[in-house]
């Protein structure tokens, strides 16, 4: 595989938990959960990724 099609997957492997972040986010009533999943994305490898 080349490296191109490596990194494209890794970023929309990215953006995809990005979005799946900010939609439990947006559904959380929660403060702790919300603190969790903040701690969640700031703390996972894909941050990085641009």
Same mark, same amino acid.
């Given at each position: 595989m080349s490296s191109? +099609?490596?990194t494209w997957r890794q970023r929309r492997m990215a953006a995809r +938990?990005?979005?799946a972040l @900010? @939609?439990?986010m947006a559904?959380?009533?929660s403060p @702790?959960?919300?603190d969790e999943l903040l701690?969640?994305?700031n703390s996972a490898p894909?941050?990085?990724?641009r």
């Open positions: 191109v +099609t490596s +938990t990005r979005q @900010a @939609a439990a559904r959380s009533s @702790a959960l919300r701690t969640l994305a894909y941050t990085n990724l």
